[in-house]
Structure formats: structure tokens, C-alpha cells
T-cell receptor, first 115, second 111 residues
Framework: AQSVTQPDIHITVSEGASLELRCNYSYGATPYLFWYVQSPGQGLQLLLKYFSGDTLVQGIKGFEAEFKRSQSSFNLRKPSVHWSDAAEYFCAVGPPGGGYQKVTFGTGTKLQVIP | DTGVSQDPRHKITKRGQNVTFRCDPISEHNRLYWYRQTLGQGPEFLTYFQNEAQLEKSRLLSDRFSAERPKGSFSTLEIQRTEQGDSAMYLC?????????FGQGTRLTVV
């Protein structure tokens, strides 16, 4: 069965600092991988996704993620965090071509940004 | 395109009562999903429609839960005889091939 682990429940960074949110997955082959952001009172918004090809994926809002097969990881990064990035971030994994109903979400990482 | 719309945004109900939530997907999206999200957890899949056909249901969807999408447009999720464990955020999403879009959710509190 597929699974995804986000080891950091809560992270605090200073505005302007770099950010890396960790995500590890368990899946028998190369899965589809996603990062979503959820702001208070808002629905989930897709930041980026990896299906195949270039392992460094660019997303919206200046985020990027790198797929590392050897480490079963798909960490999310941003070079300079803005106060508006404070939110909860979810990593998700799904089977290739399996449809969004097959996607499993992690438990999320809450990002706090301090001035 | 106004996005995925869910109604109501918040619902407080007494244990044992029935509740119904509505989801209006993005108009051209033929796929619609319901998820449940409890505190400290990511969303968990409940059920999936393609047009009006309910194609998949999670084991989380007990027989107290029923979902419909009668004309392949809006969808409803009904919970009968609510229990305190049903307290959660219920998220609806719709998709085309390009990606999935989530609504803001309905927060249910069972007292």
C-alpha cells in the first residue's frame, strides 16, 4: 500500500529565509507526487506535481520540489519565504494514471513565518 | 469560473440528526470527489463520481453516508444519524485532466 510521511508537524522560519519541507513516500514504483497548500479557511491548492521526466519541478508561488528516487523523497523548497506563505502544506502520493481518488495525503506540515 | 463551491461552510448538529452538504463543481469538470479531513490529518478519500456515476467508495464511507450527483453537475453528501466521530471538514473537489481543484470545505461539528 502506498503511504506518505511528513516528519515535521510544525516548522517556523523567518521571513526571507529559505524553506525546505520534507516528504517521504512508500510506493512500489515511481508514483505521481503532489504538494498542496491549505491556508486557514481555504481549500487545498495544488502547488506542483511530478508525473515523470525532469526530477526538479517548478510550481506556483516560487516553490519547487525535487524527486529523489533513491531516497523516496519529494521535498518542497522555496529560496525566500514571504509572510503570506504561512499555511499548512500537504504532500501526496498516487499511482501513475490512477486518478485523484487514489491519492494518499500526508498529515501535513504547518508553516509559521516570523518577521 | 468561480471555482468549487460548497454549502454550508459550517454546520453544527446534534448527535443523531441527519445532515446534507452540497458541492457545486467547476462547470466543465466531469469528475467529482468527496474527502474528509480531521484535525491534524490530511484529507482522506470518501467517494468519486464521473458524471452522474458513483464509481468508487472508500471503506470510510459507512452505510450512514450517501452521496449523489443526480445530473452530473452538483453533488450532495448526506450523513444519517450523525455521531461525534463524524465531526470533520468535508472537502469536495472536481477535476479534468489538467488538475484537481478543491472547495473550501464544510466544517461539521456534532455535539
Amino acid at each position: 500500500a502506498q503511504s506518505v510521511t511528513q516528519p515535521d508537524i510544525h516548522i517556523t522560519v523567518s521571513e526571507g529565509a529559505s524553506l525546505e519541507l520534507r516528504c517521504n513516500y512508500s510506493y512500489g514504483a515511481t508514483p505521481y507526487l503532489f504538494w498542496y497548500v491549505q491556508s486557514p479557511g481555504q481549500g487545498l491548492q495544488l502547488l506542483l506535481k511530478y508525473f515523470s521526466g525532469d526530477t526538479l519541478v517548478q510550481g506556483i508561488k516560487g516553490f519547487e520540489a525535487e524527486f529523489k528516487r533513491s531516497q523516496s523523497s519529494f521535498n518542497l523548497r522555496k529560496p525566500s519565504v514571504h509572510w503570506s506563505d504561512a499555511a499548512e502544506y500537504f504532500c501526496a502520493v498516487g499511482p501513475p494514471g490512477g486518478g485523484y481518488q487514489k491519492v494518499t495525503f500526508g498529515t501535513g506540515t504547518k508553516l509559521q513565518v516570523i518577521p | 469560473d468561480t471555482g468549487v463551491s460548497q454549502d454550508p461552510r459550517h454546520k453544527i448538529t446534534k448527535r443523531g440528526q441527519n445532515v446534507t452538504f452540497r458541492c457545486d463543481p467547476i462547470s466543465e469538470h466531469n469528475r467529482l470527489y468527496w474527502y474528509r479531513q480531521t484535525l491534524g490529518q490530511g484529507p482522506e478519500f470518501l467517494t468519486y463520481f464521473q458524471n452522474e456515476a458513483q464509481l468508487e467508495k472508500s471503506r470510510l464511507l459507512s452505510d450512514r453516508f450517501s452521496a449523489e450527483r443526480p445530473k452530473g453537475s452538483f453533488s450532495t453528501l448526506e450523513i444519517q444519524r450523525t455521531e461525534q466521530g463524524d465531526s470533520a471538514m468535508y472537502l469536495c473537489a472536481s477535476s479534468l485532466e489538467s488538475g484537481v481543484f478543491f472547495g473550501q470545505g464544510t466544517r461539521l461539528t456534532v455535539v
